[in-house]
């Protein structure tokens, strides 16, 4: 009975940390845009990315996909057994479960009577889980409808059907190819790293690509369909973590780049000592 008793509580908990959300989100990008907090994020030069993207995905088509159709056969069951457990790495779960919990974990509980600084803290690791679950989930799921509209043939089919069958919609995942969407998640997850651990941008970097390639290595997709995916997902995670920087919501834009604050706000530290403080206040 008392868990029963506590479902209301619980969600009104949950409503008044949206509304406090909202009302953050207006105060800081009204902050913003009156010239508050300074220079701006310094946009990557789009037109070039969008030239070498779609130039990858047009040799992919003209040169590689066919080749790569014929040669997945020829793979080793070694290398195969290893990339398809690389590939496990671009399962969107991996990050949408804990993101997910630390969004309703830490909303559930009683922030009352917890002192400025430790409700700091825990509302950073909130909007840290609410970037990371919207940037793998909307990536995610917004691919999927890309590739049902688009409707191309798998490599499963190429012996039939060859790499430039299409035939939309696709709703089986026989015809869910392009973009791949293993590649948009590991694209996602790219930045995500990215951005909170900058030093090891390249170790992200590599990974995510690695994973993408992995998708072609196990017969999944063609690289034409990988190239599309991590470029649309990263391109995804980097401009929600534009919007989130524009509203002073985690991110912030130092020297023209977005940053996490000097001030470290994701410190395990400091959650420690605000989850201490939570404990002791409930």
């Given at each position: 009975?008392?868990?029963?008793?506590?479902?209301?509580?619980?969600?009104?908990?949950?409503?008044?940390?949206?509304?406090?959300?909202?009302?953050?989100?207006?105060?800081?990008?009204?902050?913003?845009?009156?010239?508050?907090?300074?220079?701006?994020?310094?946009?990557?030069?789009?037109?070039?990315?969008?030239?070498?993207?779609?130039?990858?995905?047009?040799?992919?088509?003209?040169?590689?996909?066919?080749?790569?159709?014929?040669?997945?056969?020829?793979?080793?069951?070694?290398?195969?057994?290893?990339?398809?457990?690389?590939?496990?790495?671009?399962?969107?779960?991996?990050?949408?479960?804990?993101?997910?919990?630390?969004?309703?974990?830490?909303?559930?509980?009683?922030?009352?009577?917890?002192?400025?600084?430790?409700?700091?803290?825990?509302?950073?690791?909130?909007?840290?889980?609410?970037?990371?679950?919207?940037?793998?989930?909307?990536?995610?799921?917004?691919?999927?409808?890309?590739?049902?509209?688009?409707?191309?043939?798998?490599?499963?089919?190429?012996?039939?059907?060859g790499p430039f069958h299409f035939d939309p919609p696709g709703l089986s995942s026989g015809f869910q190819s392009f973009p791949s969407g293993h590649s948009t998640t590991a694209g996602a997850m790219a930045v995500i790293f990215l951005l909170l651990f900058p030093r090891l941008k390249w170790i992200w970097l590599g990974l995510g690509l690695w994973v993408a390639a992995s998708r072609v290595i196990v017969g999944a997709h063609y690289p034409s369909d990988t190239v599309a995916g991590f470029a649309y997902g990263a391109s995804f995670a980097w401009l929600l973590a534009l919007w989130f920087a524009n509203r002073r919501l985690l991110f912030r834009g130092e020297k023209g780049l977005i940053r996490l604050p000097s001030s470290r706000p994701l410190a395990i530290s400091k959650l420690l000592k605000a989850l201490h403080f939570l404990r002791h206040k409930a």
């Open positions: 009975m008392s868990l029963l008793a506590s479902i209301p509580r619980a969600i009104f908990r949950l409503k008044d940390q949206w509304k406090h959300f909202r009302t953050l989100r207006a105060v800081r990008s009204f902050q913003v845009r009156s010239g508050h907090f300074g220079a701006a994020v310094r946009h990557p030069d789009w037109l070039l990315i969008l030239t070498v993207v779609v130039s990858l995905i047009a040799i992919g088509f003209l040169f590689v996909d066919q080749a790569a159709g014929h040669w997945k056969s020829t793979i080793s069951p070694q290398t195969y057994a290893f990339f398809r457990t690389l590939t496990e790495v671009g399962k969107s779960e991996f990050l949408l479960v804990p993101a997910a919990l630390a969004i309703l974990l830490l909303g559930l509980l009683s922030w009352d009577h917890l002192p400025r600084s430790a409700k700091a803290v825990l509302t950073n690791y909130q909007l840290l889980g609410l970037y990371a679950f919207v940037a793998v989930a909307g990536s995610g799921i917004s691919n999927n409808l890309f590739k049902m509209a688009i409707g191309r043939a798998r490599p499963r089919h190429f012996d039939t059907l």
